[in-house]
């Protein structure tokens, strides 16, 4: 069974940090790996993806203050700093059998999903 496990979420003050990790198991080959949040009542968005060479992207809302990177264990993180009360959600991974991240902001484009992490910035 594939599974992707996300963990780091937790609580933080306005200009705090924290960092995410997605833990793939029983999937293989290339694959783009991204984050999405869903914060109540809003629409699920992309924050960030990398691709199977390691190349990032990330959504405009990030504004510099994330980064995302793959280890040698090929467990992708989510290093996110100055966060701020709009960074308030639920964090999801997700991945698709690719090499690269077009449509990365699409959730079609995603075979699996993490159960999610939550992620709570206090003002």
């Known amino acids: 069974q594939v599974t992707l496990v996300e963990s780091g979420g937790g609580s933080v003050q306005a200009g705090g940090s924290l960092r995410l990790s997605c833990a793939p198991a029983?999937?293989?080959?290339?694959?783009?790996v991204a984050w999405f949040r869903q914060a109540p009542e809003k629409e699920r968005e992309g924050v960030a993806a990398?691709?199977?060479?390691?190349?990032p992207t990330y959504a405009d809302s990030t504004e510099a203050r994330f980064t995302i990177s793959k280890d040698s264990t090929k467990v992708v993180h989510l290093q996110m700093n100055g966060l701020k009360s709009e960074d308030t959600g639920m964090y999801y991974c997700?991945?698709?059998?690719?090499?690269?991240?077009?449509?990365?902001?699409?959730?079609?484009?995603?075979?699996?999903w993490g159960r999610g992490t939550q992620v709570t910035v206090s003002p």
């Open positions: 029983n999937i293989y080959g290339s694959l783009c």
């Open positions: 990398i691709d199977a060479s390691g190349s």
């Open positions: 997700a991945a698709a059998p690719r090499s690269d991240c077009d449509m990365w902001q699409l959730r079609d484009t995603y075979r699996y």
